[in-house]
């Protein structure tokens, strides 16, 4: 076809402006997949490192391909037996990298990494682990779903019917394992603690020895949650009694086929007795005789027990207490390979919660945090929280165990007690969204886990800034790179949890949640069938005098399970703080708050700044477009859409169910809510407000 001039003039610059665009938009997109770890070109640098493992030919490569600084430089990397370092601590000094161990050195070729990209200058100093073992957890299924996961399939596994190893899960596991090394992480626990006996199946056996292969070169061990009544439901055996002697020797025999495909397999994690889960009391035993007859086995090995203390039974009047209640008698029975695995509060992973009485209190037993990377309880990937704050929060928090300064970061590090092994977990957010978390934003949580977990007094204003600058590198002709966005955003992640607090579950409210899915808000929710310990009325106590729990002496008595003066700090409704209030005291409506504001005014205002908190969010990020690529961009936007609408569903939904019995006019001068509360009542919060989450929990 012949085409006239003045047409094809046109056409040509018509397709060549598409062209262009084309070009500048795939220039401008990115699906997050790198992380923090993207790429500038390097300069040249020679690496001397007189050994040679897959370890340290990862810190050669990392270093080679991403060297920032002076070119054509030398650096030496070399393990020494320098007593100053800890565990995989190293020194950076001008001429090379140190440690004691080969992780240690690949660690500090990415500290050293990370510090040219964020140009700091000064490169000479040494770093030690407040933590020995530095672990994800994965609630990852056989069948390749992942219990509270929103970022897609497991990584992992995807159905016992597919256990073959492409090259692209070994891409992927490789990618994995690197990006933990990138921030310290040495541990990755494969599967859910509500683990399938079948885990532990032969087949299955092999794709974790192959997982394991891929971890390794990045210093990364891998674990497994087992199922404690494996010996019957696999075994075949006749029960699963820890002090049975075919148990024994069945998981003895099981330990050995592990340890001959994993030699470094680093242990078991154990959820016993709780939520159904089997465990050693179904025989009559205690948690410690279970967890010690898996310690004494795994111990020739070098292998570790993590043993679970989120235990709870339905019929007990607080589930607050029920922790502390069943594992401080047992201070000092555990074998010095088991940790007990705490979670950050004694609940379950509120948006806020006091640390764990338990924390400080186990004086003769070795006790690891537990924090929850995955949002199950702060909207899931669909909102933008930093966690980074709350677990601050929680690791600075004084137990005043051993007297003042008794920080839960110090009760569980070694610096207090005589632990053998420290430990930190962190229930992992990574699925297969080709930006692993689901939000370009929950990769900071993952970061932030890893960094906490490498050094416990590190700010979360440090972490922020660092995981900013790293994700999203700028154009180099960016003007106002650090006022117009570095700046904004650091704030915003800052507040976000704050903000998540406010909006869904502030002063001390907890577990408020519709339904299963813990997404949205549901006070009135409490179905014949359910246990009364999973709805939420048995938690906010709302009745026409008041509303909260009361934990003190003349309540629970939660508040005895804290250490003096504490114990009695929170037991005095006037010197307990606010952000607890409601946790550990019933309350009037008509009580006169710090503000001035009666409790009921106060509770509206801070659902109200929750909301306004969101919005501003939404500016904050409008404002950022021209600093972000297209994709990215547009991602985060329409997720903030989605928190606004949910921060106004919990508002309102909470406000006008409270308002039921404080009978009492939300304040004029606040926005009035927009949705009718029966409406709210009858509709699914996670189809109301747009994009779904967690489809696994849909279904
Ligand atoms: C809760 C989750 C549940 C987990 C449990 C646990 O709702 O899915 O199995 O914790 O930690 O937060 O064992």
Redesign the pocket.
Known sequence: MILKAPFSGKFILLFTLVLVFITITVARANNGHELWLSKASPTSVEIVCKRKSPILSNAIKELQDGWQGKKGAKLVLAVTDDKTLKGDGFRLEKEGIYSRTEAGILYGAFELLRRQSLNLSDNRFVSNPSYELRVLNH?DNLNGSI??GYAGRSIFWRGEKDLNVSSKDLELWQQYARANASIGINGSVLN???SSPRMLAPENLKRVKAIADALRPYGVRTYLSVNFSSPAALGGLKTSDPLDQEVIKWWKNKASEIYKLVPDFGGFLV?AN??G?PGPQDFGRTHAEGANMLADILKPFNGIVMW?A?VYSSTDKDRARQAYSEFKPLDGQFRDNVIIQV?NGPI??QPREPFSPLFGALKKTSVMP?F?VTQ??LGHSNHLVFLSTMWEECLKSDTYQEGKGSTVARCTDGSIFNQKHTAVAG?ANIGLDSNWTGHHFAQANWYAFGRLAWDNTLGSEKIANEWIRLTFKPAKSAVNWENGFIEPIRKMMLESREAAVNYSMPLGLHHIFSA?H?YGPGPWWAPANVRVDWTPPYYHQAESNGIGFDRTKSGSNSVGQYAEPLASQLNDIKSCPEIYLLWFHHVPWDYKMKSGRTLWDELCNKYDIGVNQVREFQKVWDKAEQFVDTERFAHVQSRLKVQTRDAQVWKDGCLLYFQQFSKRRIPYELERPVYELDFLKSVNPMQLTGKPSGEEWMK
């Open positions: 609630w219990e509270r859910n603690v509500n959820k709780s939520e889960q679970r989120f979670k379950d992973f537990e929850q199950e309880y229930v299963n813990h």
